[in-house]
């Protein structure tokens, strides 16, 4: 599992977020919401030891990540590993199409996955994904031992964050920072303000 302790962010508000839509790894980008609240999450991120910023490859992740470093001036690096899921054939849809879908999928004989949902055609599977992310988050902590990580990415990189370390799922707001503290007792999770 993870090794230790770091800072964590969603990437800012897009017009598909704003829809309802599932992105996935559909490069869409921030809408002006978004960029504001990039920007009004300096003033907490600037309180904190944070040394390096590693975000997505991913537009909306990227931007967050840079408004965000205008005001830190922090070393950034960029990790495609922290992209979101690739959601195939669901991407572009709403969240009730989606959930149509799901119901046809599973009627059809479709195994759920942990997520609750079958993967959809041509998706990534959850557990690649859940893989695919915690490799890229262990990889930066080993990396940067000693420096207080920010990660900015997306919403499914934060949901798996939760399932793994803390069994359930909540919900992360556009740009809200939180920090993942590693204790003697097990993690706890601080939404930061």
């Known amino acids: 599992m993870l090794p230790r302790s770091f800072y964590f962010v969603r990437h800012g508000e897009t017009d598909w977020n704003k829809a309802g839509r599932i992105q996935g790894s559909t490069d869409i980008p921030l809408n002006d919401t978004g960029r504001a609240q990039a920007e009004a999450a300096v003033t907490v991120l600037s309180r904190l030891p944070i040394d390096r910023i590693v975000v997505s490859d991913l537009s909306r992740a990227y931007e967050t990540a ?38 046809r999928m599973i009627a059809d004989g479709l195994p759920s996955e942990e997520n609750g949902y079958p993967c959809p055609p041509e998706a990534e599977t959850y557990p690649d994904f859940r893989a695919r992310t915690l490799a890229a988050l262990t990889k930066h902590l080993h990396e940067h031992d000693g420096q207080n990580v920010l990660f900015v990415a997306h919403g499914g990189v934060y949901r798996v964050l939760r399932r793994c370390l803390f069994t359930e799922l909540d919900h992360s707001q556009n740009v809200q920072p939180f920090h993942f503290d590693k204790g003697v007792d097990g993690w706890q999770l601080t939404h930061l303000k």
């Not at 950034?76 to 989606?98: Q, W």
């Open 66 to 103: 840079s408004i965000i470093n205008a005001g830190l001036q922090k070393p950034l690096t960029v990790e495609p590993g922290l992209r979101e899921r690739a959601y195939g054939a669901f991407e572009g849809l709403s969240l009730a199409e989606m959930d149509a879908l799901k119901n």
